[in-house]
């Protein structure tokens, strides 16, 4: 090196641009996390509405059975 002063505008212009690489990777790196978040609830609600409609079908089909086995035991009054 020669025996002159660094500039120290190129100096900091060189740390501003080290530190805006360092944020860029950041960012990146933010970016893939969230395309992960959002896949998983996007399975997870998939997940749920399968086991919603899985459930409703099973509480209907309870539901009949109820009613058949209330009519037997005469346990319903006669609609009028």
């Not at 609600?45 to 409609?53: D, E």
């Not at 309870?62 to 058949?68: H, I, N, Y």
């Amino acid at each position: 090196m020669s025996g002159e002063p660094e500039n120290l505008v190129l100096v900091y212009l060189r740390r501003l641009d080290e530190k805006m690489d360092r944020m860029a990777m950041g960012v990146q790196e933010l970016k893939t996390g969230m395309t992960s978040v959002e896949q998983q609830v996007a399975n997870l609600t998939a997940t749920q509405a399968s086991h919603t409609a899985i459930l409703s079908a099973r509480l209907d089909r309870v539901e009949t059975r109820l009613d058949r086995i209330e009519r037997r035991l005469d346990l319903v009054e006669p609609a009028r």
